[in-house]
């Protein structure tokens, strides 16, 4: 299958370049921002539409300064430490999902501080709309180019243009990722979170899922060539990161339905 080659670049107006990877991101912000207005009328928060624009912006901040450390620091801290201006350069990509969860956890609980709300309340309510914006950040990685997977000989296998892939059929697991991160787990979430459910559950939920959907897709993605494998020769930086997600994920799903048990 052909790899369709799309310029990264969406808009070049000269003295600044948009890429479709920041796009990507806007896009993504944008539409969760459109959902949670919605789930608020079905939040017992009860959030008004001002505060769910502050909430979106703190949340942002944490997507994208928490992205980017992460990746700095899980996936390339030697790197930066000799090119530090290259740490702003968030428009060629660079981002960890990781990092940015950590990042939005931090902000959530900064705007839970704020608004005086239960922490939880606020990761149930946002949880549903992160898998939006996982999906349009992959369609950002693929249009990159980047984070490409194994070989394979499958007939949607494609040939991407880094000439580190080796001019050979690859998996697009860019792909594989926006379709399971983002439209599956998005159902799931959103199916569930149809009936009232105790805290932390839809969190717990969240966590779960993601970290076994990447988990098992990492399988057929080729880690960062300066990493490589690290556990057994065969576990990844992002299957090990992946790891307290499931284990988080099933322990508050525990805690939810236990208290609500009793």
Not at 37 to 65: H, P, T, W, Y
Not at 100 to 118: D, E, P, R
Not at 237 to 253: D, E
Request: aromatic residues 18%; hydrophobic residues 50%.
């Amino acid at each position: 299958m052909t790899y369709p080659n799309i310029n990264p670049v969406a808009l070049d107006l000269g003295f600044v370049s948009i890429h479709w990877y920041g796009v990507s991101y806007v896009i993504g912000i944008l539409f969760a921002w459109i959902l949670l207005r919605f789930r608020s009328s079905r939040s017992e928060l009860l959030l008004k539409n001002d505060q769910i624009a502050d909430l979106v912006f703190f949340v942002m901040l944490g997507i994208i300064i928490g992205g980017r450390l992460g990746s700095i620091i899980f996936y390339n801290l030697d790197y930066y430490l000799t090119q530090p201006i290259e740490i702003f350069y968030i428009h060629k990509g660079g981002m960890s999902f990781h990092g940015g969860l950590i990042g939005v956890i931090f902000a959530t609980w900064l705007f839970s501080k704020k608004i005086n709300a239960s922490f939880f309340k606020l990761t149930d309510f946002i949880a549903p709309v992160i898998p939006i914006g996982l999906g349009c950040g992959r369609i950002g990685n693929f249009i990159n180019g980047e984070l490409w997977g194994s070989p394979s000989n499958l007939p949607w296998a494609m040939i991407f243009p880094d000439p580190s892939a080796g001019n050979i059929p690859r998996h697009p697991s860019q792909l594989y990722e926006a379709f399971f991160e983002g439209i599956v787990l998005f159902i799931i979430l959103w199916w569930f979170t149809k009936t009232p459910r105790p805290v932390k559950a839809v969190s717990g939920l969240f966590l779960f899922c993601y970290g076994t959907i990447r988990f098992f897709v990492e399988f057929v993605r080729v880690p960062d060539q300066h990493i490589g494998y690290i556990v057994f020769d065969w576990l990844t930086m992002g299957q090990l990161l992946s790891i307290p997600m499931i284990i988080f994920g099933f322990l508050f799903l525990m805690m939810a339905y236990k208290k609500k048990t009793n």
